[in-house]
């Protein structure tokens, strides 16, 4: 199963909003409502940032937010911080009861 | 605090086998499903594998299914991963996670800090 697909890179200024989106299949990202984001900066693990579509853990920001249209994910940063440069992956459940990754976005913080 | 410590990791011949092993600590280990997410030098994350808390369902990634074993104890609250005919591909940076739920693989809100498998002659 191929990854799902995201762009390369997204860049904004501070104080800004940008989008980065997650395209899949009616099989995974289409077909549940299980598509959670990660962030994870350089040397450093995964962090949660937002579960089942839309949802976010506890103690993160609400400058994050997720949605999801058909079979296209959305992860959403209003008023960029210079912190909040870093990758981002989406990852999705499927119907084979596995899990599929992005291959992540790289944010840059101009 | 949740806790998840990862171990065994190194350097292996390609063909040959290592065993992970991820210690967890500060939750309910059998309540909730462990995945292995593994992550090639400068790329994105793959997910490998994953098991449910009561350790009976058992999922794999198409790369290394056939090769890898996913398992846990919950007296010794440990995830292990066996893997077997190792690949210079499965060169990566292996991470044990928790997920949210305890039967299917959704979101996985603790991670370990990884650990490093190279497979090079």
């Known amino acids: 199963q191929s990854a799902l697909t995201q762009p390369a890179s997204v860049s904004g200024s501070p104080g800004q909003s940008i989008t980065i989106s997650c395209t899949g299949t009616?099989?995974?990202?289409?077909?549940?409502?299980?598509v959670s984001w990660y962030q994870q900066h350089p040397g450093k693990a995964p962090k949660l940032m937002i579960y089942?579509?839309?949802n976010r853990p506890s103690g993160v920001s609400n400058r994050f937010s997720g949605s999801k249209s058909g079979n296209t994910a959305s992860l959403t940063i209003s008023g960029l911080q210079a912190e909040d440069e870093a990758d981002y992956h989406c990852c999705s459940y499927t119907s084979s009861s596995t899990l599929i990754f992005g291959g992540g976005t790289k944010l840059t913080v101009l | 605090e949740v806790q998840l410590l990862e171990s065994g990791g190194g350097l292996v011949q390609p063909g040959g086998s290592l065993r992970l092993s991820c210690a967890a600590s500060g939750f309910t280990f059998s309540s909730y499903a462990m995945s292995w997410v593994r992550q090639a030098p400068g790329k994105g994350l793959e997910w490998v594998s994953v098991i449910s808390g009561s350790g009976f369902s058992t999922y794999y990634a198409d790369s290394v299914k056939g090769r890898f074993t996913i398992s846990s104890d919950s007296f010794k609250n440990t995830l292990y991963l066996q893997m077997n005919s190792l690949r210079a591909e499965d060169t990566a940076l292996y991470y044990c996670?928790?997920?949210?739920?305890?039967?299917?693989?959704?979101?996985?809100?603790?991670w370990g800090q990884g650990i490093l498998v190279t497979v090079s002659s």
């Open positions: 996670a928790k997920d949210r739920g305890a039967v299917v693989p959704a979101a996985l809100d603790y």
């Open positions: 009616s099989s995974d990202v289409g077909g549940f409502n299980y």
């Open positions: 089942d579509v839309s």
